[in-house]
């Protein structure tokens, strides 16, 4: 079953084996634009959520009159106990969520609703592929779509730090230079000695993968204090926040990286998702305060700040028989930082009659991915429209960039 598939691309490279755990990456240069006459020195973190996540339960169309019967025992409703918190009239939002309502309504926080890459099958592997690659294919390519947007910004001064945070390195930021390498923010399978004797095994054999490892050791623990240390029985939604707690430690300094991209597994939810609690909650809850760790971690960098979340698709309209949902297409991004014209949630709706659902049992997609994306990277960047679909993503010259989504 789709479900089973690994997350880990049989091309995977010995770097990223070893360094395993959440990737987390980022650019080796400052581009030139963080010392601009401007004073503006962007950030730009990417957060893929592996597993696919039900668009239909973050931010629920309570609106749409065949909304509530389709998600049935797990629908979100506006009112009674745990009731989800209204954007507007027709959207609302998961109620494990608070911090991201709370930047919503400070307008530094986004949505994009019946949203999907052009993927169109329902397998994890190839979806997070195309999610990743930035093709509109699976397979194309072994590198990502912000390594190569990475690669298209000038150079400015060296930066030398660079980081890893999660289950694989992500495909989004993997390929030839400008990455410096994987470094590790946190390693929980393995002790400080075990982790100094594969940077002593690797000294010889490979010497730059050798001093990344190393220099990811000593910013962990810089990045690490004593309320970074993982408390016993700190769960998958804690680790979001002390990945996000250590990133934006290290991404608030003057010599941090500027780009990130961080992959949190899980969102599978199959079975026993939950409505306003529950499974789904749990790890929305770790996202939104994820979300907030960068926000106060990143201090006064956060007005220079976008986030953008994304997952290679949604989740069926109807629940199933184990109040979960199966594989689905269309879903949302979420986009929050103090540089993001928020306060909206920004969607050409489809609709959920039978007659409007992809394949009679997705929400159908009205938005490109990429164009979203590109959007971001246009304005917040400074990439051009021609860099974006002939490099970026290629082949992509049809999905224009969203005007708009940066202030």
């Not at 239909?56 to 506006?78: C, K, M, N």
């Not at 993997?174 to 990455?179: D, E, F, K, L, Q």
Request: net charge neutral.
């Amino acid at each position: 079953m789709d479900c089973c598939e690994s997350a880990m691309s049989p091309a995977m490279s010995r770097r990223a084996l070893l360094l395993g755990g959440a990737s987390f990456a980022a650019w080796a240069y400052l581009p030139k634009f963080a010392r601009a006459a401007d004073g503006r020195d962007p950030r730009l973190i990417v957060v893929i959520l592996r597993g696919a996540l039900d668009g239909l339960a973050t931010v629920a169309p309570v609106g749409d009159p065949d909304y509530a019967a389709l998600h049935g025992s797990i629908a979100l409703r506006p009112d009674g106990p745990h009731a989800a918190l209204m954007l507007d009239s027709f959207f609302a939002l998961h109620p494990a969520m608070p911090e991201f309502a709370r930047m919503y309504r400070e307008k530094q926080a986004a949505v994009i609703h019946a949203v999907s890459t052009p993927y169109r099958d329902r397998s994890h592997f190839d979806g997070q592929d195309v999610l990743e690659s930035g093709f509109a294919g699976p397979g194309r390519v072994q590198s990502g779509w912000l390594n190569r947007a990475l690669g298209a910004l000038p150079r400015g001064d060296r930066v030398t730090g660079a980081l890893a945070v999660g289950p694989t390195a992500p495909l989004v930021l993997r390929g030839p230079a400008p990455t410096v390498g994987w470094a590790p923010a946190a390693l929980p399978q393995a002790d400080d000695d075990t982790a100094m004797r594969l940077v002593e095994l690797y000294s010889h054999r490979d010497p730059a993968l050798a001093s990344a490892l190393s220099q990811g050791l000593r910013l962990e623990k810089s990045a690490q204090g004593d309320d970074m240390k993982p408390k016993p029985g700190t769960n998958h939604a804690g680790a979001m926040r002390l990945v996000a707690r250590g990133a934006a430690k290290l991404m608030a300094a003057d010599d941090g990286p500027r780009i990130a991209a961080l992959a949190f597994d899980g969102w599978d939810t199959h079975a026993n998702e939950g409505g306003p609690v529950g499974r789904l909650a749990q790890l929305l809850g770790g996202l939104d305060g994820a979300l907030a760790e960068f926000e106060s971690g990143l201090g006064g960098r956060w007005r220079d700040t976008v986030i953008v979340v994304a997952t290679e698709f949604g989740r069926t309209a109807r629940i199933n028989g184990t109040e979960g949902t199966d594989h689905g297409t269309g879903t949302v991004a979420l986009l929050a930082g103090g540089a993001i014209k928020g306060g909206r949630v920004i969607s050409d709706w489809p609709g959920l009659k039978p007659a409007n659902l992809y394949e009679a049992r997705d929400l159908a997609p009205t938005t490109d991915l990429r164009a979203a994306i590109k959007g971001v990277l246009r304005d917040h960047l400074g990439l051009s429209d021609r860099v974006l679909a002939d490099n970026v993503f290629p082949g992509s010259a049809a999905a224009k960039p969203m005007k708009g989504l940066v202030g």
